[in-house]
Nanobody, 126 residues
Framework: QVQLVESGGGLVQAGDSLRLSCAASGLTFSGYFMGWFRQAPGKGREFVAAIDKSGITTAYGDSAKGRFTISRDNAKNTGYLQMNNLKPEDAATYYC???????????????????WGQGTQVTVSS
């Protein structure tokens, strides 16, 4: 049974940092692209970042560029999202997801991701 479990969310103040983790089990983690999406109340799911199987190539949504960094440790079957200089508009539930195949044009398409975690809540106070 495949499981993706996010952790690291919480309540922070604007300008603070958080590191989210995504622990994977039941799959060969190194064989999957990994992505992060977020969803704020009343809004659709938004692409945040993605990383290739080796951890070399990354992609970011506009809201994440310059502030967030995606990474992975295949030896630990874990992915990460480092979020710096958080803003109130970053408040959302953050989901990690895994995909077997992605291209430069499909990084941000949630339908291309096969497995999803349950999400971790991030709240940012101003």
């Amino acid at each position: 049974q495949v499981q993706l479990v996010e952790s690291g969310g919480g309540l922070v103040q604007a300008g603070d940092s958080l590191r989210l983790s995504c622990a994977a089990s039941g799959l060969t983690f190194s064989g999957y692209f990994m992505g992060w999406f977020r969803q704020a109340p009343g809004k659709g799911r938004e692409f945040v970042a993605a990383i290739d199987k080796s951890g070399i190539t990354t992609a970011y949504g506009d809201s994440a560029k310059g502030r967030f960094t995606i990474s992975r440790d295949n030896a630990k079957n874990t992915g990460y999202l480092q979020m710096n200089n958080l803003k109130p508009e970053d408040a959302a539930t953050y989901y990690c997801a895994a995909a077997t195949t992605l291209t430069i044009t499909t990084w941000n398409i949630e339908g291309r991701y096969k497995y999803w975690g349950q999400g971790t809540q991030v709240t940012v106070s101003s």
